[in-house]
């Protein structure tokens, strides 16, 4: 494999491999996300690229879109671009591993050291600031890590989710 090496992770299980030029490693294919397909048959470059295309789309659908409200300032606070192609909102949603509150699946690089308890949005920290950006627009520069994880939450109007005593709720 060349280029950077992504793992496909289903909590603390790695259920596929792939790098940049397409080639991938499925593992356990039945732990596979449902819209993700890999092909780790075949070796010529129609199926590299399908792979490698395939990789990016799954991961462009797991950032929020640019049609929800305040989607621009939330990118224009954490410093990410707009992004518009399958390739760039890709970028986006591997900068916060992929992480979604509608699933367990996420991505690490090959050699990262951390696990699903890390980085899963279901016990760890959803900002205030973020919260802020998301109902009333306001903008605001703020870590770019911390903000970023909290930019899967999908649909097209203003929310935000907010963690207490009964666990998630949505504002």
Known sequence: ???KIYDI???NRRVARID???RCKVYFRSFMPYNL???DAGRDIDTMVSNITNFYYWCATRVLTLDRKYAKEILNSIGMKQAVTDRERAEVALSY???SLTDVFWVKQKEEKVAFSDVNLYENHLSNAFIDIALKGRQYTVDNEELARDLST???FPKACSRGDQGFELL
């Open 1 to 3: 494999m060349a280029g």
């Open 9 to 11: 992770m289903h909590k």
């Open 20 to 22: 940049t030029s397409g």
């Open 37 to 39: 397909y890999l092909d």
């Open 97 to 99: 591993r992929c992480a």
């Open 154 to 156: 999908n649909g097209c």
